[in-house]
């Protein structure tokens, strides 16, 4: 191929070379299986000629996946893009592997024009292996033989001279001269496995290198499957045997507020739950205590995961009194032998510990409780234990799992080429780790203040009697890391209980509520009939105090503190005309914030009101027969309300649902720590409902 300089300068980085095109294919397709790789985890590469600008001569580039992207959704923007020649000459310069930490600053010096994407550790590996195509993955098949206490002499049996062995060392520029010398001397060879860590591939076209990776692992796996032992978990603990489905899940959201606690001593965590047949499998085996204490071991894995879990071992059905006065004991058990572990480790240049709560919960009966920052980060963390339980699964069926020593553990999970990642992290969003419920999310005030909390980084329960249009409002928000639609009448008692279930089964807990639910019938007391009056009463004072409840109870237990905020209304304080039913729940929903605010307030939750006004704007009260109602009760046109309510407001300016959210923000936002039992009006200053 050839290219002007002008036109090199325009082209993307895929016209550049055709490989590229065939690498990004070729990547996104491993990327998309979970056997193959587990998330963000392995990289792969081509190796493709251009005509050089810059010396107008023919050049090899080296074209690798950089830092921090996944296979599965790679583009050619998640490419970092180096000069093969100068990654060999890095060899010259190359001062032993005690300073190999060192040359991932100097691949900086190897790149081709901007260079793409920031190149990882790996890039070593990719550029000295002298094939076009190198992939570099993390099957579960193979890490099962990588952590075997005879992998060596396994992998030989199973593959022959194809795939052969290389003892684990820490990727580096070191594993990575170590890989290209077994490519180079032994030409028969399509990969390697690495020990305790993964398999690396190579050959001259995409196409091969993709075949011989996904030949590696199938022939991987079938060798498991006939030489696997018959019980490689041990035996069936009948104590441990799950609960059925509905069972697991109604334990799981009531033991959930409870285990997040204790996973959010030291950093706030969101959670995550997984009671699939794999989980299942191996926490009700007798196994279990044994093996999860060995930990994970694909390098990946034990950044998210910690190096091993905290396992629960009290009956799926004990009274939870009895579960949570364990898990406190476990807890300070685990939080003590993990800072054994960091001390026993660490050295003065050694990163400071990063807190001591277990990422991985397992619960013999009921599943496996994962958490991270946030939800992606729990559920992630939450598949990479199910990779590890595969390769436990897999080497504990031909042989002994053997994951790498504790001591290599902490050099990964504390290494400076690590803690420098955690640096160049954004930072967290003012509401990264909570999680709200809103009810009436689907309209109006409540989506709005939804669609803030989530912009702000929180996790959103859209809890609303109208379940299309609390689905609307979560689909316009995200997938489910971000936002779950529940259908709930506020009014029923037992639905309100199951959508803080759902809230702890989704997402580990709950931190707000806000009672925002509503509706309103404009009429004088002699037309006020005693459904009109129930129903107000009922949704509004009712529903409050149901969904305050339910969520105090999931608080308490999680010992987070937390916020319960009204949406109550000018009309708590001030007296007009047709407004007994609707202002009189009002005032009940003014008074239960004080009420609950002083009773709460031992347990750092904090419960706090917004008073807003005349909201025309997106308020499904007001298109409802309200504003029409409302509009002759003041003698205006009901399209001129929003106008009208503006002008008769101190500031002259109209409220929009997002003028509240503002508000209930505020109240979250962290900025109000010593504030509650507060009334914040939010309706252009209407002098007769100030609070005094
Ligand atoms: N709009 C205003 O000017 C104004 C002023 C003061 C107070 N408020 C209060 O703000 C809140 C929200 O009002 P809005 O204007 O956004 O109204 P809206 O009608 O747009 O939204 C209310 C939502 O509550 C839901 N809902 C009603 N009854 C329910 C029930 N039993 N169970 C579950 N969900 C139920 C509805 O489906 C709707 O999605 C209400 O409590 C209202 O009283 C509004
Ligand atoms: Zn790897």
């Known amino acids: 191929m050839e290219f002007k300089l002008d036109g090199v300068h325009k082209v993307g980085i895929s016209e550049l070379s055709p490989v590229v095109d065939q690498l990004v ?10 056997k193959v790789t587990n998330y963000a985890g392995g990289n792969t590469s081509a190796k493709g000629e251009i005509l050089d600008p810059l010396t107008n001569e023919m050049a090899s580039l080296t074209f690798v996946k950089g830092s921090g992207g996944d296979l599965g959704t790679l583009t050619e923007n998640g490419l970092a893009i180096l000069y093969t020649n100068k990654i060999h000459a890095l060899k010259k310069v190359y001062p032993g592997v005690d300073r190999e930490d060192e040359m991932v600053a100097l691949f900086d010096y190897c790149l081709y024009g901007k260079g793409g994407a920031a190149p990882s550790i790996d890039t070593s590996m990719h550029g000295l292996v002298d094939y076009p195509h190198v992939d570099h993955l993390h099957p579960d098949s193979i890490i099962a ?46 990969g390697c496995i690495l020990g305790g860590h993964g398999l690396t591939t190579w050959a001259t076209t995409s196409d091969e290198c993709e075949k011989r990776s996904l030949d590696a ?23 441990f045997s799950p609960l059925t489905e509905l069972e697991r899940h109604k334990r799981a959201a009531k033991l959930a507020p409870v285990l997040r606690g204790i996973a959010s001593c030291d950093a706030r965590m969101v959670g995550h739950f997984n009671d699939s047949a794999v989980v299942l499998e191996f926490i009700s085996h007798s196994k279990l205590q044994h093996l999860a204490a060995l930990g994970t071991s694909c390098p990946d894995h034990f950044l998210r995961t910690k190096i091993s879990p905290l396992v629960l071992d009290t009956d799926p059905k004990a009274p939870i009194e009895e ?29 400071a510990m990063r807190g001591c709560d277990p990422a991985i919960i397992l619960v013999p009966g009921i599943g496996m409780f994962s958490y991270g920052k946030d939800k992606q980060t729990a559920r992630v963390a939450g598949e990479f234990y199910v990779n590890a339980i595969n390769v436990m699964l897999g080497a504990e069926s031909i042989s002994t799992y053997q994951p790498i020593s504790e001591a290599e553990k902490f050099k990964i999970e504390y290494w400076e080429l690590e803690e420098a990642k955690l640096r160049r992290m954004p930072a967290p969003k003012k509401l990264q780790g909570q999680i709200a419920i809103i009810t009436g999310a689907a309209s109006g005030i409540g989506k709005a203040i939804a669609l803030r909390y989530a912009a702000e980084g929180a996790c959103v329960v ?52 806000v009672n925002n639910a509503g509706l309103s019938l404009s009429k004088s007391l002699v037309e006020t009939t005693v459904q009109d009056w129930d129903l107000q009463h009922n949704v509004m004072a009712k529903g409050s105090f149901l969904f305050s409840r339910e969520a105090a109870k999931a608080l308490i237990l999680q010992k987070m503190g937390g916020n319960i905020i009204y949406i109550s209304s000018k009309n708590s304080v001030f007296a007009g005309p047709n407004n007994v039913a609707y202002g009189a729940t009002k005032a009940d929903q003014a008074h239960q914030v004080r009420l609950l605010a002083a009773e709460l307030g031992e347990h750092k939750i904090r419960v706090n009101g917004i008073n807003p006004d005349g909201v025309v704007r997106g308020s499904g009260i007001f298109s409802s027969g309200w504003g029409a109602n409302r509009a002759a ?7 001129k309300l929003g106008e009208f309510y503006a002008k008769r407001s101190i500031l002259k300016m109209e409220v929009v ?36």
């Open 462 to 513: 859209i809890a609303d009697r109208d379940f299309e249009g609390a689905k609307a409002t979560a689909a316009e928000i995200g997938n489910s890391d971000k936002a779950i639609a529940v259908a709930v009448d506020v009014t029923d008692e037992a639905a309100v209980a199951a959508t803080v279930d759902a809230a702890a089964l989704a997402f580990g807990g709950v931190d707000i509520v």
């Open 145 to 190: 033989f990588a952590t075997s206490k005879e992998g060596e002499r396994l992998t030989k049996e199973c593959f022959g001279d194809e795939i052969l062995w290389v003892d684990w060392r820490r990727p580096g520029f070191q594993l990575g001269l170590d890989i290209a010398e077994i490519a180079a001397s032994n030409p028969q060879a399509k």
């Open 323 to 351: 579960v949570i006065a364990r898990v406190e004991e476990l807890h300070a058990e685990y939080r003590n032998t993990y800072s054994e572990y960091y001390k026993r480790y660490a050295t003065p240049d050694s990163p």
């Open 633 to 639: 009760v003041y003698g205006v046109e009901e399209e």
């Open 25 to 34: 294919k070729r990547s996104n397709r491993l990327g998309a299986d979970p």
């Open 217 to 239: 692992i199938a022939k991987a796996e079938q060798f498991i499957k006939s030489k696997g032992a018959t019980a490689p978990f041990g035996e069936l603990v009948s104590k």
């Open 657 to 692: 649902p997002e003028h509240i959210a503002a508000a209930a923000f505020a109240l979250v936002s962290g900025d109000l720590p010593l504030t509650t039992g507060l009334h914040i009006p939010v309706d252009g200053g209407v002098a007769a409902a100030f609070l005094r």
